[in-house]
């Protein structure tokens, strides 16, 4: 694919660092004739939904994979019935300070038991309603801070929920680590976790699921090791150029997106990002 005119799309789920805004500066990385996509850092999933809404990949061919199980489940209660997702926010998705510290307590109360390999204590709808309303309501994907201003308004976000759970049939969603998903062959987009933030004390400041230096080099590894096509998004960190620039085989290329990465409401700012694509 050479041309860049898919659409924009805003995930029903505020992220931080999510893609849907810069399409045109993956789009055209892509394979042409390809209509597969394995994405094992879903995240919001706006990329992704926005070339499904384009038709430039088809859903029967896509799987979206995450090791964040809020995310996943909110994708997957997306999927399988987005009219009780709305009704479940028209009816508990007011804006309020106390609602929000008990929505980041069960979603805290969901890590720390991931963290230590323990049953999670909320799953379906509920973990999915709490994922949503702490990412709604605050500045970053952790919910350090209530920020009513950053919020978008409920009925805008419905829309959204409505045509994400349109764009999600037939689309395959997974809660895995990204080793196990590329296993599977196919075209590969992938968005991880920034190097820069393995220099952050953890828990660090953007993501709630961490990825280790080591599970970057391994990320390196087993792309490096991998027939194309894929496409890579990551900040342009010199460790990272380190890791891929060594294969011919890679291209790479930096580009400027607007995100609002310091967890602030202060508006976006720019931010270089690379991108590494093997054809």
């Known amino acids: 694919m050479t041309e860049t005119t898919t659409q924009q799309f805003r995930s029903p789920l505020k992220y931080v660092g999510g893609k849907g805004t810069h399409v045109e500066h993956l789009t055209d990385t892509l394979a042409r004739g390809r209509r597969d996509m394995i994405a094992p850092f ?10 499904l809404g384009d038709g ?19 994708l997957l209660e ?11 926010v028209e009816r508990d998705g007011q804006r309020g300070d106390r609602r929000f510290r008990r ?9 720390a038991a991931r963290r230590a390999a323990r049953p999670l204590p909320l799953g379906g709808l509920d973990l999915a309603f709490s994922k949503w ?47 196990e998903t590329l296993k599977q062959p196919g075209q590969v987009y992938l968005d991880p976790p ?28 087993l792309l490096n090791a991998r027939p194309g096509p894929w496409v890579l998004s990551i900040d342009d960190h010199p460790a990272v150029r ?3 620039e060594g294969d011919p085989r890679n291209s790479l290329r930096r580009v ?6 310091n967890g602030k409401d202060t508006g976006k700012r720019p931010v270089v990002e690379l991108v590494i694509a093997r054809p």
């Open 256 to 261: 400027r997106v607007n995100h609002n990465m």
């Open 194 to 221: 920034y190097w820069c933030c393995t220099e952050y004390p953890s828990p660090n400041q953007l993501y709630p699921v961490e990825m280790t230096r080591d599970e970057h080099r391994e990320l390196a590894i």
């Open 42 to 51: 879903t995240g919001s999933g706006a990329y992704e939904m926005a070339l």
């Open 103 to 111: 929505h980041k307590a069960a979603l805290d109360g969901v890590y």
């Open 133 to 179: 309303y702490v990412q709604q309501y605050s500045y970053d994907a952790l919910g350090r801070a209530f920020a009513v201003a950053n919020a978008p308004k409920l009925s805008t976000v419905l829309d959204r929920m409505w045509a994400a759970g349109h764009l999600l049939r037939g689309v395959t969603i997974k809660c895995q680590h990204f080793r």
């Open 78 to 88: 997306l999927q399988k019935d987005p009219l009780a997702f709305i009704r479940r």
């Open 242 to 244: 380190q890791l891929y």
């Open 56 to 74: 430039r990949v088809a859903p029967e061919e896509v799987t979206l994979a995450d090791e964040d199980p809020a995310t996943c489940q909110v």
